[in-house]
């Protein structure tokens, strides 16, 4: 086993760096979990074992985000992208949604939601890229089944500060690169997805937190498997589901539980932690005549920071001088160049200290 | 770590036991893979490093099953039971499509399709349950677009020795707990696909391997993520696969490609090991006077044997006195009650002679 005090420092988009403590835990656990003789991959889902597991995540997680007793949690399969397609055929009923566009994500999600709904875009950021469209242009339809939005854009690295306000249809988010980052309003939306592969676990895994009273109204051409209120009655278990990544997710979420940053705990520590690796990620680009970060501030990701450098034959030396300071997967979605770091729950603030210091460094040699 | 050696045997239909071997090297691999300094699950899905994991993986399995060039072997998520909709989605174009029912998948299967095209049963074994209805009785359209059949029936432990002859039709194979149990002719299938965690690995992971000439003709219902030929076209990437189940699917092709028995190697030393476990077990229970398999001889499973207790007041006796010898997950699906040994590549012909010793000493007891 490794030491982990000496791993590099991994700035991957997701799937992602995983807290050390997780992956030890793991490891330990594999051929024998509690003492059953059996590890968690080999464990029927619906043995007492696994029942355990299983329960222990929704719970944890249910803490962690105030999922209220209204909401269905369900852990399923196919990713954010697969959610494109389900979020229409189990909430649109066919009739009116809109989809506000921030981003590569929310365009991806429109696109999809238009071959079984009749789609229309709230706002559409395409003129101002970095920035998120003022509340009060937004065009909402009365009779809209519910108002999609991407709560961080991981490739643009936009992020809405809050769910948006005063909207009648119920919300619906894609909180892939955003979910247990900080407190976020669950109460505020109809439901909310997310790929685990970010904040939560291993890819495979996707999480849909939605309200109970959305559920039961999917089109017929919804596949039982992925029908959400067939999923909510069976309790995520209509069939196998992914069960070593509910298991390692179960493990991040006691991790995230056992957090504190001085008097703080729980998420509230992550947040704190998150918000100041942000603030000396900006900090740093901000202050620099090589790197630029275009979003506008009151909109900055505090997860996915992409940045650009300002001569763009540096990229190369950068990255490579980077992979020698043991700081890795900086190189930016090949859809937009440059760079970008993402700086997910599991990076600990040492490791954007760390990306700063050889920034400045490269800078000054460059 | 757990000794290997002292762990029980796991008799589970899935999630199912995994190779003591596979579990030791990704717990060794899990926060350091081949010295990159971070785990499998850290890495992103499009970095070289997965690349030479997902490419192996592919490989292997392409030599494990001999699959030709002209099929795509995809990896995909939601299981065997999301293949239910995404096999009409993707093939039937709406159309004819036969079913053979042999059980209880090939019923769900018969009974999905049903939403997406015109469903016909070319044969049904309702009447008489562990028997497959004589080819000579299958009624088969001309014009359907494919037959679909279950080569294993994890239930009711009823397998196809061969693949169905003489059908004009493309076969279309749930293989789920057949798959790399022994040699299986994938040229004789338009589709095969198989949930991965009986003889792959994890649960989460779902193999489709399809003749090329068979995609593009996808339903406009069908998701974009779970349309064949964009899947075949992304090399299984649309979006994020389920990297660390690809992981260990890959460590277990490597497995079988080691494994010998005799002059026998990989995937022979694997069907040889199987058929002399299955001897072992059927020839236990046929010789007793308290079990039972009721399956005809024919198109008994090698795989999951499901048996009575003709006594079924012994029943939890059995179990526990199991329990006590190490002998895990025996008792049979809630559908049809009495026990079931699920005897996968993972189970060794050692664990089915204890099984045998258990069974022949609780009848002298009782």
């Known amino acids: 086993m490794p030491d982990a005090a000496t791993r590099p420092y991994n700035f991957s988009a997701g799937p992602a760096a995983i807290p050390d403590d997780v992956l030890q835990q793991a490891a330990a656990e594999m051929l024998d979990w509690h003492g059953s003789g059996i590890g968690v991959m080999e464990m029927s889902h619906r043995g007492a074992q696994f029942g355990e597991i299983f329960a222990q995540a929704e719970a944890d997680l249910r803490e962690l985000l105030e999922v209220p007793a209204d909401y269905a949690v369900l852990f399923m399969q196919g990713g954010a992208l697969a959610q494109n397609a389900l979020v229409p055929l189990n909430l649109s009923q066919g009739a009116a949604a809109d989809y506000l566009l921030t981003g590569s994500w929310s365009r991806k999600s429109r696109h999809e939601a238009a071959r ?159 918000a100041a690796k942000a603030a000396l990620l900006y900090g740093c680009i901000d202050a620099s005549a090589l790197y630029v970060n275009r979003v506008h501030a009151a909109c900055r990701s505090r997860m996915n ?18 992979q020698r300071h043991g700081l890795l997967q900086l190189k930016g979605h090949k859809s937009v160049g440059g760079m970008r770091a993402s700086i997910y729950n599991a990076m600990p603030l040492a490791g954007v200290q760390a990306l700063v210091d050889y920034m400045r460094e490269f800078e000054r040699s460059h």
Chains 1, 2 share one sequence.
């Open 116 to 274: 079984y709904c009749d789609v229309q875009v709230a706002a559409d950021n395409a003129d101002a890229p970095g920035t998120i469209a003022p509340r009060s242009s937004w065009r909402l339809r009365d009779d809209a089944r519910y108002l999609h939005y991407c709560v961080n854009e991981t490739i643009d690295g936009v992020e809405f500060e809050q769910p948006p306000q005063g909207v009648t249809a119920p919300l619906v988010a894609d909180a892939s690169s955003m979910i247990l980052s900080r407190r976020f309003d669950i109460a505020a939306h109809g439901c909310v997805y997310a790929g685990a592969q970010k904040n939560i676990g291993p890819a495979g895994l996707t999480l849909v937190i939605v309200r109970r009273d959305l559920l039961g109204h999917a089109l017929p051409a919804c596949p039982t498997v992925f029908d959400y209120g067939v999923a909510a009655a069976n309790g995520s278990m209509i069939n196998t589901p992914p069960t070593w990544a509910i298991y390692v997710a179960g493990l991040v979420f006691q991790w995230i539980k056992r957090q504190r940053e001085g008097a703080l705990a729980g998420l509230d520590a992550i947040a704190a932690r998150n």
């Open 305 to 322: 920071v992409p940045f650009q450098l300002r001569d763009e034959a540096l990229g190369a030396d950068f990255l490579a001088g980077a």
